[in-house]
Protein backbone atom coordinates (compact mmCIF):
# COMPACT_ATOMS: atom_id res chain seq x y z
CA UNK A 1 0.00 0.00 0.00
CA UNK A 2 2.35 2.60 -1.21
CA UNK A 3 1.93 6.57 0.10
CA UNK A 4 0.56 9.61 -1.55
CA UNK A 5 3.16 11.64 -2.80
CA UNK A 6 3.66 15.04 -1.13
CA UNK A 7 6.88 17.74 -1.59
CA UNK A 8 9.11 17.02 1.75
CA UNK A 9 9.09 20.99 1.82
CA UNK A 10 7.49 24.13 0.87
CA UNK A 11 8.60 27.71 1.57
CA UNK A 12 6.65 31.27 1.73
CA UNK A 13 6.85 35.15 2.85
CA UNK A 14 4.18 36.30 5.38
CA UNK A 15 1.29 37.17 3.34
CA UNK A 16 1.77 35.00 0.58
CA UNK A 17 0.27 31.88 -0.70
CA UNK A 18 1.72 28.08 -1.26
CA UNK A 19 0.00 25.20 -2.27
CA UNK A 20 0.95 21.64 -1.09
CA UNK A 21 0.60 18.88 -3.85
CA UNK A 22 -0.89 15.39 -3.01
CA UNK A 23 -0.22 12.77 -5.62
CA UNK A 24 -2.60 9.85 -5.39
CA UNK A 25 -3.97 7.11 -8.37
CA UNK A 26 -7.16 6.22 -10.01
CA UNK A 27 -7.67 3.90 -7.01
CA UNK A 28 -7.77 6.64 -4.56
CA UNK A 29 -7.48 10.47 -4.86
CA UNK A 30 -8.97 9.61 -8.59
CA UNK A 31 -11.94 7.74 -7.46
CA UNK A 32 -13.26 9.23 -4.57
CA UNK A 33 -13.61 13.14 -3.50
CA UNK A 34 -12.83 12.14 0.27
CA UNK A 35 -9.29 13.28 0.94
CA UNK A 36 -8.85 15.22 3.99
CA UNK A 37 -5.05 17.25 5.23
CA UNK A 38 -4.41 17.57 8.50
CA UNK A 39 -1.70 20.13 10.49
CA UNK A 40 0.52 18.86 12.70
CA UNK A 41 2.95 21.16 15.13
CA UNK A 42 5.71 19.36 16.52
CA UNK A 43 4.90 16.80 19.38
CA UNK A 44 1.24 17.57 19.05
CA UNK A 45 -1.86 15.91 17.66
CA UNK A 46 -2.48 16.19 13.81
CA UNK A 47 -5.98 18.29 13.72
CA UNK A 48 -8.43 18.20 10.59
CA UNK A 49 -8.10 20.91 8.13
CA UNK A 50 -10.07 20.03 5.30
CA UNK A 51 -12.22 17.21 4.28
CA UNK A 52 -14.09 15.73 1.45
CA UNK A 53 -11.65 17.40 -0.85
CA UNK A 54 -12.21 21.54 -0.16
CA UNK A 55 -14.59 21.57 2.70
CA UNK A 56 -13.33 23.29 6.51
CA UNK A 57 -14.54 22.32 9.72
CA UNK A 58 -15.98 24.81 11.90
CA UNK A 59 -13.57 27.47 13.75
CA UNK A 60 -10.50 26.51 10.51
CA UNK A 61 -9.57 29.81 9.08
CA UNK A 62 -10.85 30.70 5.48
CA UNK A 63 -7.06 30.84 4.30
CA UNK A 64 -7.41 27.40 4.00
CA UNK A 65 -8.42 25.71 1.07
CA UNK A 66 -8.59 22.17 -1.04
CA UNK A 67 -9.01 21.35 -4.60
CA UNK A 68 -8.79 18.23 -6.89
CA UNK A 69 -7.52 17.72 -10.19
CA UNK A 70 -7.17 14.23 -11.51
CA UNK A 71 -5.43 11.64 -9.59
CA UNK A 72 -3.90 15.38 -7.52
CA UNK A 73 -5.18 16.90 -4.37
CA UNK A 74 -3.63 20.42 -3.48
CA UNK A 75 -3.92 22.58 -0.06
CA UNK A 76 -3.75 25.94 -0.69
CA UNK A 77 -2.86 28.28 2.21
CA UNK A 78 -3.37 32.36 1.28
CA UNK A 79 -2.27 35.21 3.51
CA UNK A 80 0.71 33.19 5.17
CA UNK A 81 1.42 33.56 9.02
CA UNK A 82 4.18 32.88 11.08
CA UNK A 83 1.60 30.47 13.11
CA UNK A 84 1.22 28.20 9.29
CA UNK A 85 4.44 26.94 9.72
CA UNK A 86 3.74 22.60 10.71
CA UNK A 87 3.58 19.71 8.99
CA UNK A 88 0.79 19.36 6.50
CA UNK A 89 -0.42 16.14 5.87
CA UNK A 90 -3.19 14.75 2.90
CA UNK A 91 -5.01 11.19 3.61
CA UNK A 92 -7.55 9.77 1.10
CA UNK A 93 -10.29 7.04 1.11
CA UNK A 94 -8.29 4.25 -0.89
CA UNK A 95 -11.55 2.29 -0.85
CA UNK A 96 -12.55 -1.14 1.06
CA UNK A 97 -12.47 0.66 4.40
CA UNK A 98 -9.07 1.76 4.18
CA UNK A 99 -6.78 5.19 3.95
CA UNK A 100 -3.36 5.94 2.86
CA UNK A 101 -1.40 9.00 3.95
CA UNK A 102 1.17 11.45 2.16
CA UNK A 103 4.38 11.38 3.51
CA UNK A 104 4.04 14.92 4.66
CA UNK A 105 4.97 18.17 3.39
CA UNK A 106 6.92 20.76 6.05
CA UNK A 107 6.02 24.19 5.35
CA UNK A 108 8.50 26.91 6.44
CA UNK A 109 7.40 30.39 6.74
CA UNK A 110 10.33 32.49 6.10
CA UNK B 1 -16.60 17.47 24.29
CA UNK B 2 -15.06 14.07 23.05
CA UNK B 3 -12.14 13.05 24.16
CA UNK B 4 -9.69 10.27 23.02
CA UNK B 5 -6.93 8.65 25.37
CA UNK B 6 -4.65 6.02 24.68
CA UNK B 7 -3.19 3.86 27.23
CA UNK B 8 -0.66 1.01 27.03
CA UNK B 9 3.20 0.04 27.80
CA UNK B 10 5.57 2.53 26.61
CA UNK B 11 8.03 -0.19 26.18
CA UNK B 12 8.07 -3.44 24.46
CA UNK B 13 11.07 -6.31 23.53
CA UNK B 14 10.92 -7.42 20.15
CA UNK B 15 9.21 -10.51 18.98
CA UNK B 16 6.28 -9.57 21.93
CA UNK B 17 2.88 -8.34 20.80
CA UNK B 18 2.07 -4.39 21.12
CA UNK B 19 -1.14 -3.84 23.29
CA UNK B 20 -2.87 -0.45 23.39
CA UNK B 21 -6.33 0.97 24.59
CA UNK B 22 -8.18 4.01 23.54
CA UNK B 23 -10.65 5.15 25.70
CA UNK B 24 -13.37 7.73 24.45
CA UNK B 25 -15.03 9.81 26.71
CA UNK B 26 -17.28 12.70 26.31
CA UNK B 27 -19.27 10.36 23.40
CA UNK B 28 -20.55 7.03 22.82
CA UNK B 29 -18.09 4.99 20.96
CA UNK B 30 -21.55 3.28 19.94
CA UNK B 31 -23.01 4.99 16.89
CA UNK B 32 -23.61 4.12 13.23
CA UNK B 33 -22.27 7.52 12.19
CA UNK B 34 -18.64 6.48 13.10
CA UNK B 35 -15.99 4.19 13.42
CA UNK B 36 -12.47 4.05 15.12
CA UNK B 37 -9.26 4.07 14.25
CA UNK B 38 -5.78 3.63 14.80
CA UNK B 39 -3.14 5.65 13.34
CA UNK B 40 0.81 5.98 13.89
CA UNK B 41 4.17 7.76 13.12
CA UNK B 42 7.57 6.61 13.28
CA UNK B 43 9.66 9.11 15.33
CA UNK B 44 10.72 12.34 12.39
CA UNK B 45 8.36 10.47 9.89
CA UNK B 46 4.72 10.60 8.35
CA UNK B 47 1.86 9.25 10.02
CA UNK B 48 0.24 5.95 8.37
CA UNK B 49 -3.15 4.65 8.46
CA UNK B 50 -3.03 1.29 10.53
CA UNK B 51 -7.11 0.05 10.82
CA UNK B 52 -10.32 1.11 11.67
CA UNK B 53 -13.35 -0.52 13.88
CA UNK B 54 -17.16 0.10 13.96
CA UNK B 55 -19.07 -0.44 17.45
CA UNK B 56 -20.66 -3.51 15.52
CA UNK B 57 -17.09 -5.02 15.62
CA UNK B 58 -16.51 -4.82 11.59
CA UNK B 59 -12.59 -4.25 11.08
CA UNK B 60 -10.76 -2.76 8.51
CA UNK B 61 -6.85 -3.55 8.28
CA UNK B 62 -3.72 -1.76 6.44
CA UNK B 63 -2.72 -4.71 4.33
CA UNK B 64 0.82 -4.35 5.20
CA UNK B 65 -0.36 -5.30 9.02
CA UNK B 66 -2.79 -7.28 8.55
CA UNK B 67 -1.72 -10.39 9.56
CA UNK B 68 -0.14 -9.04 12.57
CA UNK B 69 -2.86 -7.02 13.74
CA UNK B 70 -6.09 -7.41 16.05
CA UNK B 71 -8.36 -4.05 16.44
CA UNK B 72 -11.23 -5.02 19.04
CA UNK B 73 -14.03 -2.85 20.38
CA UNK B 74 -15.60 -3.12 23.93
CA UNK B 75 -18.67 -0.93 23.63
CA UNK B 76 -19.55 -1.20 27.38
CA UNK B 77 -15.94 -0.09 28.66
CA UNK B 78 -16.29 2.76 25.59
CA UNK B 79 -12.87 1.59 24.38
CA UNK B 80 -11.38 0.11 21.36
CA UNK B 81 -8.01 -1.73 21.58
CA UNK B 82 -5.31 -2.50 19.25
CA UNK B 83 -2.89 -5.62 19.31
CA UNK B 84 0.35 -6.00 16.65
CA UNK B 85 1.73 -9.01 17.50
CA UNK B 86 5.39 -9.93 16.61
CA UNK B 87 7.23 -6.49 16.79
CA UNK B 88 10.18 -5.18 15.71
CA UNK B 89 11.99 -1.85 16.32
CA UNK B 90 10.54 -0.88 12.68
CA UNK B 91 7.10 -0.83 14.89
CA UNK B 92 8.46 2.27 17.34
CA UNK B 93 6.11 5.39 16.82
CA UNK B 94 3.79 7.66 18.00
CA UNK B 95 0.21 5.48 18.12
CA UNK B 96 -2.67 7.82 17.91
CA UNK B 97 -6.34 6.66 18.26
CA UNK B 98 -9.11 8.87 16.52
CA UNK B 99 -12.79 9.21 15.40
CA UNK B 100 -13.68 8.52 11.62
CA UNK B 101 -16.64 10.79 10.39
CA UNK B 102 -17.73 7.57 8.19
CA UNK B 103 -20.05 9.71 5.46
CA UNK B 104 -17.17 12.16 4.94
CA UNK B 105 -14.11 9.57 5.78
CA UNK B 106 -12.46 11.84 8.06
CA UNK B 107 -10.75 11.81 11.40
CA UNK B 108 -12.25 14.66 13.48
CA UNK B 109 -10.88 13.93 16.69
CA UNK B 110 -7.89 12.31 17.90
CA UNK B 111 -5.78 11.77 20.71
CA UNK B 112 -2.90 12.74 22.27
CA UNK B 113 -0.94 9.83 21.06
CA UNK B 114 1.72 7.79 22.79
CA UNK B 115 4.94 6.38 22.33
CA UNK B 116 5.90 3.05 22.20
CA UNK B 117 9.05 1.61 21.57
CA UNK B 118 10.09 -1.65 20.80
CA UNK B 119 13.52 -2.12 22.01
CA UNK B 120 15.03 -5.54 24.67
Known amino acids: QSALTQPASVSGSPRQSITISCAGT?????????VSWYQQYPGKAPKLIIYEGSKRPSGVSNRFSGSKSGNTASLTISGLQAEDEADYYC??????????FGGGTKLTVL | QLQLQESGPGLVKPSETLSLTCTVS??????????WGWIRQPPGKGLEWIGTIYYSGGTYYNPSLRSRLTISVDTSKNQFSLKLSSVTAADTAVYYC????????????WGQGMLVTVSS
Open chain 1, 26 to 34: SSDVGNYNL
Open chain 2, 98 to 109: AREWVAARRYDY
Open chain 2, 26 to 35: GGSISSSSYC
Open chain 1, 91 to 100: CSYAGGGTFK
